[in-house]
Structures are given as structure tokens and as C-alpha cells.
């Protein structure tokens, strides 16, 4: 089976991103290199008793020096076989039968419902597939999962005290069994990957989607109702947030009749802090 030309061309790009860093490394030997012929050659120029302690001290900075150099050969050298052949043969488990590598090809290099970057790593959502790819100094990863397989998405939101935490969801496949998961503090991002596996679902099962869908103008009936959610409880704990506050105004006024008037004043403050902020917070959402 031929080699895929999408993997070919993140390889390109991936032995680009390794040019600069090898450089860096190498950058990083010279100096270290310099610094111990510098504590090898000039402690006992100061001191002649100071050969052992020289010696002592250049061995941990040469051992380091090794290290960095053989990271250099690595970074300078070509992206390993064996770490293209574990994409490429990624790629090939995931087509069926009637299916070549072209078709995923073209799949994934315009991708239908968008390219998303979370945490770091881009994720591709075509009309069959969904790649999730990194690059890193070892190599193009790659992790693939087809569109008719996919089951509900279980999502998890955290919160705590009221500020809001990281938001996630276990991806299954149709018989309930777990994929993977993804966990990102980005819910704008978030959220707009998961109307797009949402469509690629929905299509990769014969589901109508409108073009507002398809462009990812338009939320997906599952993520309209998971923003109205999260929204509720963000300003459940923001409210929360804000009354506490209040309180915690309140008895620094009361506490400030005793303790002088410092208290008094940043009592003061903090209760019209906490007061315009809950108010914000309830106004913001309802019109949301």
C-alpha cells in the first residue's frame, strides 16, 4: 500500500520544528564544553592544589556534555522508520474494506468540520475520520479513530468555590467502551470540537446537518444544552462567590469598630466589589 501524502508532508514539517532545536542543543554543548576547559584549565592556574577539585568538578559537566551532544546527532538526523511506519500502519487499520490511503488523504487535509489545537496538540475532524496529532522532537505521532465507531461522549466539568476548573470528555465507542479522553481549561475550544465530532457522528450515521452545522455556526443539539448547563453552574458558584464576599465585607466593617478604620475601609470595598460582581455575573448570564 502506498505511503500516505499527508504523512509525508507533517514529516517535512516535523524535521523543520527539529532544525532550530537542534541548533539550540548544540548551541548548549559549545557553551558547556567551554565553561569546563574554563574550571578544568583555570582552577589550577589559581590554585595548584585545586587539580582534583577541578577534576571533580569537570566530569558531571562533560557527562552532560555527552548527553546534549547525543541529543544534537539525534535532533540533526533523519525522522527514525520505524516511527513513520507506526503512523502509516495507524492509518491503514483504520480503513475498511473499499478504502485506500488516499481516501484518508483527502479526508484529513481538509479536514470537513475544522482543525482544533487543544493543549497543544491538533486534532482533525474530516467526514470519516478524526486525527489526533502531535509533533514532537522524536517524530510526527499519530492516533486515529473513525466516525461510525463513535458512541456517546461522557463530559466531565470542574468547579470548585465557584471558580470554574477544566472541562472533559471520555469518547466511547458504540458498544460503551472507552476510547480516550481529552481535558482541556479552554471551553470556547472545547466546545467547538465537540460539535464537531457531534457532526462527524452524525454524518458518518446518515444524519441530516445543516450547513450552520457543518460550518460550526450553529451548536449541535447535545453542546447547546451542555453550554446552557455549565453556564448555569458557573453562575451558581459565582454567586456563591460573591455573597461570601459580602460576608466576609460585613465583618471586616464590624470588625474595623475595634481594630481601627483600615478594616472599616476594606470592608467597605470589598462588599461593592462583591455586590457589582454578583450583580455582573447574574445580569452577563441572563442575557447570555
Do not use: W
Not at 583555570?42 to 562533560?62: C, E, K, Y
Not at 500502519?89 to 485506500?100: A, P, Q
Not at 466531565?156 to 477544566?166: A, K, T, W
Not at 458498544?175 to 479552554?186: A, E, L, Y
Amino acid at each position: 500500500m502506498n505511503q500516505s501524502k499527508y504523512l509525508e508532508q507533517i514529516t517535512k514539517e516535523c524535521a523543520e520544528m527539529r532544525k532550530p532545536m537542534a541548533k539550540k542543543t548544540l548551541t548548549s554543548v559549545v557553551i558547556l564544553v567551554i565553561v569546563s576547559i574554563a574550571i578544568y584549565i583555570g582552577l589550577p592556574m589559581l590554585d595548584s592544589r585545586a587539580a582534583g577539585t577541578a577534576l571533580f568538578l569537570t566530569v558531571p559537566f562533560l557527562l552532560i556534555v555527552l548527553i546534549f551532544f547525543i541529543k544534537f546527532l539525534r535532533l540533526n538526523s533523519e525522522i527514525s522508520s520505524s516511527s513513520l511506519m507506526k503512523n502509516q500502519k495507524e492509518i491503514e487499520n483504520n480503513l475498511i474494506s473499499g478504502e485506500t490511503i488516499s481516501d484518508f488523504d483527502s479526508d484529513i487535509t481538509n479536514p470537513a468540520f475544522g482543525k482544533h489545537i487543544i493543549n497543544d496538540s491538533t486534532i482533525l475532524v474530516g467526514n470519516k475520520f478524526i486525527l489526533f496529532q502531535s509533533l514532537t522532537s522524536n517524530g510526527p505521532h499519530f492516533k486515529i479513530l473513525r466516525g461510525d465507531i463513535l458512541g456517546n461522549f461522557d463530559v466531565h466539568y470542574f468547579s470548585q468555590n465557584g471558580v470554574p476548573g477544566d472541562i472533559g470528555v471520555d469518547i466511547n465507542n458504540k458498544n460503551g467502551k472507552f476510547i480516550r479522553s481529552i481535558m482541556t481549561s479552554d471551553k470556547t475550544s472545547f466546545y467547538k470540537l465537540l460539535n464537531a465530532m457531534e457532526n462527524l457522528k452524525a454524518y458518518a450515521n446518515g444524519e441530516a446537518i445543516t450547513t450552520e452545522q457543518a460550518t460550526l455556526r450553529q451548536d449541535n443539539e447535545f453542546v447547546a444544552e451542555l453550554k446552557h448547563k455549565v453556564t448555569k453552574q458557573d453562575k451558581k458558584g459565582a454567586t456563591k462567590l460573591g455573597f461570601l464576599g459580602m460576608l466576609f465585607g460585613v465583618f471586616l466593617v464590624i470588625a474595623g469598630s475595634s481594630s481601627g478604620v483600615a478594616f472599616v475601609y476594606a470592608g467597605l470595598a470589598l462588599l461593592i466589589i462583591s455586590i457589582i460582581f454578583t450583580i455582573t455575573i447574574n445580569v452577563k448570564k441572563r442575557t447570555e
